[in-house]
């Protein structure tokens, strides 16, 4: 059973489309994240929901929006797609419990190329 | 400021043989946490080893251990009897509170590629 999946593996898409990943967890875990990783291999975060409700936005343009219908899924989707948003994007899951290691356990990422 | 600093941006070691990856970091926060990630070729990120800042003993995983030095802010990762599976992007990562209410991310250095020589 994979604990955190993300699907789809790969997008490629035009520049301008509207695009969604979706992404689940199994390990009963409140927190969820997307993080970045640009080119350079560099990875950022770019939000987290702890309970359906969001407490980290990162600067993300407006055109990133996440959704969490329940704290097992969050889903990301990007409107208005541009060249600069090709990008390996990586769900992840953590206990959010205080005082715990809290270790964040990640998906396979999703490799978004805008052409 | 960079507040993990990886300063290997590619490691090489032969098969069998140990081999240490640097790792730094930068917090006035005294509770933190650290963390190695493995990122193989397939792209996916694994969770290698975990060391907190009131653990007294190094952390260690099978062939992964910590070496954590408080003092000089250092959290290198020993990795022994290296295999030809280790070749991967590993990076090293800190957990960081953003707010009272113990809101968390991970903060990661740019990460090193090691290479295993057979």
């Known amino acids: 059973d994979t604990a955190v999946s993300q699907t789809p593996k790969y997008l490629v898409t035009q520049m301008g489309n509207d695009k969604s990943i979706k992404c689940e967890q199994n390990?009963?875990?409140?927190?969820m994240y997307w993080y970045k990783q640009d080119s350079k291999k560099f990875l950022k975060i770019m939000f987290s929901y702890n309970n359906k409700e969001l407490i980290i936005n990162e600067t993300v343009p407006n055109r990133f929006s996440p959704k969490s219908p329940d704290k097992a899924h969050l889903n990301l989707h990007i409107n208005s797609l541009e060249l600069g948003d090709s990008a390996v994007y990586f769900c992840?899951?953590?206990?959010?419990?205080?005082?715990?290691?809290?270790?964040?356990?990640f998906g396979a990422g999703t490799r978004l190329s805008v052409l | 400021a960079q507040k993990i600093t990886q300063t290997q941006p590619g490691m090489f070691v032969q098969e069998k043989e140990a081999v240490t990856l640097d790792c730094t970091y930068d917090?006035?926060?005294?509770?933190?946490?650290l963390f190695w990630y493995k990122q193989p070729s397939s792209g996916e990120m694994i969770f290698l080893i975990y060391?907190?800042?009131?653990?007294?003993q190094n952390a260690t995983e099978g062939r992964y251990s910590l070496n954590f030095q408080k003092a000089r802010k250092s959290a290198n990762l020993v990795i022994s009897a290296s295999q030809l599976g280790d070749s991967a992007m590993y990076f090293c990562?800190?957990?960081?509170?953003?707010?009272?209410?113990?809101?968390?991310?991970?903060?990661f250095g740019k990460g090193t590629k090691l290479t295993v020589n057979p």
């Open positions: 060391q907190g800042s009131y653990d007294q």
């Open positions: 990562a800190m957990r960081e509170r953003i707010t009272q209410g113990g809101s968390e991310k991970l903060v």
């Open positions: 917090t006035s926060d005294p509770s933190y946490g």
């Open positions: 992840a899951s953590g206990g959010g419990a205080k005082g715990a290691k809290n270790i964040q356990y």
């Open positions: 390990l009963g875990h409140d927190t």
